[in-house]
Structures are given as C-alpha cells and as structure tokens.
C-alpha cells in the first residue's frame, strides 16, 4: 500500500494538514484567550510573550511534535525517503500557512527541530548547541545595541548553517534512526534540499513580514 502513488500523495497532503493544526491558537482557546496571533505570530515564542511559560511550552511540545511524527510515522511504515522529505515540508509548510486559521501561521523553528530530530539527530543537535552557545552570548553582549531578539540570531544561525555543514558531514558516516540504518550517501541530497527547504520556507517568510511590519520578526 506505501508504494502507491495515491498513498503517497495522501500522505502529503496529510501532513499539510496535520501542520495546519498551529497549537498556539489550540492553546489559546484552552486558556480561553482572546485575539491570539492578531498581534504576534501564533508559535512557541508568540505564545510565551503574549501568555507567559504555561502558553509556550505546551506550544513548543505540540509544534514541535507534530514535526517529528511525519517523518517518524514514513519511516516505520516504509515510505520512500524522497516522499518522507516531501511530507517533512509539508508539515512546515502547513504550519507556517496553515488552511485553517486563514494562512496565518507560526516561523516554523519548533516544527523544524521536530523533523530534524527524527532524520538527522546528531547532526541537528550539535547545530542547536552552537546556536545556543550564539544566542546567549549575544543576549549578555550586543543585543542593548542592536535590539534584536536572541530567538531570531539563534535561529538564523541553524537554518543557514544546517545545509552546508549535513552535507560537509555526509562524507565517508551512514547515519542511524528509529532502528532502520541507510548509507548517508544515498541520503545525502535529499536530506539537503530538506534543509534548503527550512532555509526557503522559514527565511522568506520572515523577509516579507519584515517588510510587512517593518520591524524584524522574531522567531517560532
């Protein structure tokens, strides 16, 4: 049955969906606060500055969740890796213009991390050390002078440092997840342009509201 191509299609077309599902407004309306994502972006960030801890935590778990079961569920069930990379950007896709909350969605980083978690572990954890590391430092050093927000120099780092640095990585390793093993190198490109994908997706769609709103927008 995965091998169908109707399987396949529908499994996309699940995933965007499934993005569509922005928990932030979900969280939200369980808080039974009004006005959510009118004034701020409907993510794991928009939620803690407009509704504090209790708001951007469930958030981040939920985004953050729903990422890594698309690619997570492809694998166990055998999907194909170029369906598997399709679906993974659907999902992002969806939840930064999701169908159901009129194309208004979150920056995308929460369901990132959750799709980078499942097809790149490693890799994707020691990124998101070094960004931390950036972040933090510019937190307590130049932010008083530029005045722009940690979340986004953070962030910024690991979507345009992913690509280059998986593909300096895939020479010569394979890599191990959810118990099926495939040789990096045949993953390699696909894997890539998953990672150009985050950079498209998410940094373009911070361009335009930044032009937008004239002011730069956060992230998550």
Request: charge should be positive.
């Amino acid at each position: 049955m995965v091998e169908s191509i109707y399987f396949r299609i529908f499994y996309i077309i699940a995933s965007y969906l499934l993005g569509s599902v922005v928990f932030g407004y979900v969280i939200a309306r369980i808080l039974k606060k009004d006005g959510f994502g009118k004034i701020d972006r409907p993510g794991t960030a928009g939620a803690g500055r407009q509704y504090g801890f209790k708001a951007a935590l469930p958030t981040f778990i939920f985004d953050c969740g729903k990422g890594a079961l698309v690619p997570g569920i492809g694998i166990l069930i055998g999907l194909d890796m170029l369906t598997i990379v399709i679906a993974s950007l659907a999902v992002l896709a969806g939840h930064n213009w999701p169908v159901f909350y009129r194309f208004r969605g979150g920056g995308g980083i929460a369901t990132a991390m959750g799709i980078s978690v499942v097809l790149m572990p490693l890799q994707f954890s020691i990124v998101l050390a070094a960004a931390l590391c950036i972040g933090f430092t510019y937190k307590y050093t130049l932010k008083k002078k530029h005045k722009v927000n940690q979340n986004v120099v953070s962030s910024l780092f690991a979507v345009i440092v992913l690509p280059p640095f998986l593909y300096l990585w895939s020479y010569g390793y394979r890599f191990l997840v959810w118990g099926n093993e495939w040789k990096w190198q045949q993953a390699t490109f696909l894997i890539f342009m998953l990672t150009i994908g985050f950079f498209i997706i998410i940094i373009v769609k911070g361009i335009i509201l930044h032009m937008i709103y004239r002011k730069v927008p956060t992230a998550g």
